[in-house]
């Protein structure tokens, strides 16, 4: 299904690179432990993701959020812990599928609170026949997730633009939520936000609550604009149809100075904005726009 993309452009070449990054990994193993690596004569709490080496978590709780999509919290040994990951970080789990000899390694995005105590929670949609997904998919309480390392996403600094554009598609709305709820939890990160959403069905809007919470929190700095493709008659709030052209005019402000544009989505929806011109035309210069 069109929908999977997050990988961008070629899913191959990432694929041989995760496995690249899984053979040295498993060369790195003995040399990190399984226990959250304490900051040297500090009294901060130890951090989860401090370097490369495998960390394997305890799944606390599963929860199915539509009919292909769950949401897991993992938690760490030491209840005091964090994460220490950046904004815009993305960890790569690393599975051993039933029946698969080879391991599966597949990044994914934390949707919790980076500097949250204790736990993380991932949410994974399901692919049909996806390795990692179905894996993952079939842990309940009680089993574990071994994660390679974090990967690095878009720097971020606070205020370093006034206005960002969120474009995101599906289950590409994790790596885009993270970075929502890290710029609008942070007093002094004022940035605005403008957030399209783009899904097939209403169940798939993943995250709404949420973001719904953040709108009613934040009116003047966020706004959102869902749209989905499969709507069946008007529903208040949507609008129906695709991430297009003509949606999005609608939504920049003049010609995007200073903007940065974050996009996450299907293959599809990626191509047509960024290849094929469409935020080009509403005025955006290439270095303004990232993708996940
Ligand atoms: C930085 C980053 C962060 C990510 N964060 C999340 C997240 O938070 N939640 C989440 O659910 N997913 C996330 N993904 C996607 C995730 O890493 C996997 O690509 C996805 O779960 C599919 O893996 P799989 O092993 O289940 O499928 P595979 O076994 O690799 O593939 C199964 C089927 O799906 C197709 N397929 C696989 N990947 C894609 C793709 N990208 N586009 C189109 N078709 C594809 C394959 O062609 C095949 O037919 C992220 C990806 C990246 C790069």
């Known amino acids: 299904m069109a929908e999977i993309r997050r990988l961008p452009p ?77 904004l815009t970080s993305a960890l790569l789990t690393f599975s051993r599928p039933a029946g698969r000899w080879l391991p599966v390694v597949r990044p994914y995005t934390p949707i919790s609170d980076l500097n949250q105590q204790g736990t993380l929670e991932l949410m994974v949609k399901q692919y049909p026949n996806g390795k990692a997904s179905s894996h993952i998919h079939s842990l ?45 939890d942070n007093p002094s990160d004022q940035t605005k936000i403008k957030l399209v959403f783009g899904a097939n069905s209403e169940q798939d809007l993943l995250l709404r609550e949420e973001l719904e919470e953040y709108k009613r929190r934040f009116p003047e700095r966020f706004e959102c604009v869902y749209t989905v ?49 469409i935020l080009d035309r509403l005025g955006f210069e290439k270095g303004q726009v990232h993708r996940f």
Not at 150 to 157: E, F, H, I, M, Y
Not at 162 to 182: F, M, V, W
Not at 271 to 276: R, T, W
């Open 140 to 184: 309940v309480p009680g089993d574990s997730l071994t994660f390679l390392t974090a990967l690095k996403g878009a720097s971020w600094a606070p205020n370093q633009h006034p206005q960002i554009y969120a474009i995101a598609g599906g289950a590409g709305i994790t790596p885009i939520y993270q970075l929502i709820r890290g710029i609008l």
């Open 10 to 86: 070629s899913l191959a070449t990432k694929t041989t690179f995760f496995s690249a990054l899984a053979v040295i990994g498993i060369g790195a193993y003995c040399a990190r432990s399984y226990l959250p690596q304490a900051r040297a004569e500090s009294n901060e709490p130890p951090v989860m993701f401090s370097g490369f080496g495998f960390t394997t978590l305890r799944v606390q709780s599963v929860k199915a959020v539509n009919h292909n999509t769950k949401r897991l919290v993992f938690e760490f040994p030491d209840k005091n812990a964090r994460s220490g990951l950046s």
């Open 229 to 277: 493709s499969r709507l069946e008659g008007e529903k208040e709030g949507l609008t129906k149809g695709y991430v297009t052209e003509e949606l999005l005019r609608g939504v920049v402000d003049g010609k995007g100075e200073g903007a940065k544009v974050f996009v996450c989505g299907p293959p599809a929806m990626e191509q047509s904005l960024v290849e094929k011109g």
